[in-house]
Structures are given as structure tokens and as C-alpha cells.
């Protein structure tokens, strides 16, 4: 702007105040004889001045917007940063860096593929030996459980045995009562009872009639009887049949002895044995 108005004021086309040159010079109204003799040695001023060294340089730029530039900045980041990571990938290749941690790698991988096979080896083993413990266990209850049972059969079958050892007769035929017992239960006013009813003789008939109990005693210091509750119960034998079970009575009652009886059809009593307590 400066050399703008400084051509103006050499070609003498000024007419009116303008901004001063750097010799202190204006572009203010001069007389014509002034500027005429002031016109030569401003034209080699600033031709001086564009030739030499120290002529302002004049740079044209395009403008860009922001986005652009931003995107154009990235994209050289970018580019810096892949070429950084080529430089030292190349560098840990040609130091023979890459080439041990790879087998390093290699290594690890295998040793984890052993380490987990033999982990999956070791889990079946385990589940394995916790099925064959729990099997083995079941085994053993249920072994125990039959022994328990055996155990109760075997106490039952010896006291039939000794029940029918006490029951074998000395002799005689017809229909017998053999080993009554009876024994309370508790303070409950209950008695319990059994017998064998056997049948002796060879080719005897079946026989079909009924039994009854006559329980005697003290109630109060007097003199007590009670016969089978809900009178005399049905019994069929070909040889023999055991008979057992519950009579109840009033508490307090002092027990002394205990009558079984069996009764044929026409209601003759056909066999009888008395038990004291």
C-alpha cells in the first residue's frame, strides 16, 4: 500500500494528503516545481528498493477450512505414527528381539495345552473316583441295610424256634393250646398275648371254630374278671395256628391270671390252658 501510493506521488498524479513514505517524505499538496524536483530520486528509491535484498516479499496462500486442516493434520499423524511403528518392528527384527519371544510364545502355548490336558485328565480322574465313592457308599448302605433286616429275621426265627420248642407236645392227639404268654404293656391298661393252637392225630379234618380269653384278678382289693372284649374271636387250623394280640382292661388293674379256651361249633370248649402271672 505504501509503494502504491509512493507511484502515485512519482507519476505526479497526487491531489490530496496521503501517509508518509519511511524518508519522512508525505503525499500532502506541494508545489509542482517541489514535486517535479523530488520525482527522480524517489523512481530510483524504490526501484533500488524492489531490486534489492531487503524488497518485501509477497506470499499467496489459499485459504482452507478448519475441518480440512484437521483432517489433513490426522492423516500426517497417521502416517507418522505407521511409519514410528515400521521403524521399530524393523529395529526388534534386525536386534533378533522378535524372533525369541516368538518361540517364547511357542513354547507357552504348548505348555499350556499339556498343563490343560492334563487338567482335563486329572478332573475325569476325580469325577471318576467321586462316582466309583458314591456307588461304593450306596453299596454299603444297602449292605447294611440287608444286614439289619437278617439281623431282625434271625432274632424273629429264634424266638419261634424257642416258642415251638416250648410248644412240642409231650403227647396225646385231639385239639391243644400250647405256649400262652402274656405280658402288660406299660401303664396303658393294655395285656398282650399269644398262644399256639395245634392239632394233633394223623389225616385230622379242618378244624373251624373260635377262642376266648378270661382275664382274672384285683381291682380295688376285690375279686376281677374280663373276658375277651367283644366276645370270642373266629380260629381256623388244619395243624396248627398261632394267635396273638391285644386285650384292653381298666388302669389299675392287678392281673393274676390268664385263661385261653377254644370253642368248636356247637360251643363245647375243646381245648383249654391257664397262664399265672
Known amino acids: 500500500m505504501a509503494r502504491a501510493a509512493a507511484s502515485s506521488s512519482a507519476s505526479g498524479n497526487v491531489t490530496r494528503p496521503g501517509p508518509l513514505y519511511t524518508d519522512g517524505s508525505d503525499t500532502g499538496e506541494r508545489p509542482r516545481s517541489f514535486a517535479f524536483g523530488r520525482k527522480s530520486p524517489m523512481r530510483w528509491k524504490l526501484l533500488r528498493r524492489r531490486l534489492s535484498v531487503s524488497a518485501p516479499r509477497v506470499m499467496i496462500r489459499s485459504h482452507l477450512p478448519w475441518p480440512l486442516r484437521w483432517a489433513a493434520a490426522a492423516v500426517m499423524l497417521g502416517f507418522s505414527a505407521a511409519i514410528a511403528l515400521w521403524a521399530f518392528e524393523f529395529g526388534r527384527e534386525i536386534a533378533g528381539l522378535d524372533s525369541g519371544a516368538k518361540q517364547e510364545l511357542a513354547r507357552l502355548r504348548t505348555e499350556l495345552t499339556r498343563l490343560t490336558a492334563e487338567n482335563e485328565k486329572a478332573m475325569s480322574l476325580s469325577n471318576t473316583a467321586d462316582s466309583l465313592l458314591r456307588t461304593e457308599r450306596a453299596a454299603q448302605e444297602r449292605l447294611a441295610q440287608q444286614v439289619r433286616q437278617l439281623e431282625a429275621e434271625r432274632q424273629r426265627l429264634r424266638e419261634d424256634l424257642g416258642f415251638f420248642e416250648r410248644l412240642m407236645p409231650a403227647g396225646g392227639e385231639g385239639l391243644q393250646v400250647r405256649g ?87 360251643g363245647a370248649v375243646r381245648a383249654t390252658q391257664t397262664l399265672k402271672l
Open 180 to 266: 400262652l404268654m402274656a405280658e402288660p404293656v406299660g401303664d396303658a391298661g393294655q395285656l398282650r398275648f399269644q398262644m399256639l393252637v395245634m392239632q394233633l392225630g394223623k389225616n385230622v379234618a379242618e378244624f373251624n371254630g373260635r377262642y376266648d380269653l378270661l382275664l382274672s384278678g384285683l381291682q380295688d382289693g376285690k375279686p376281677w374278671t374280663l373276658a375277651l372284649p367283644g366276645g370270642a374271636r373266629p380260629i381256623s387250623l388244619k395243624q396248627y395256628a398261632r394267635v396273638e394280640g391285644l386285650v384292653e382292661h381298666p388302669p389299675g388293674v392287678v392281673i393274676k391270671s390268664v385263661q385261653a379256651r377254644v370253642i368248636d361249633a356247637k
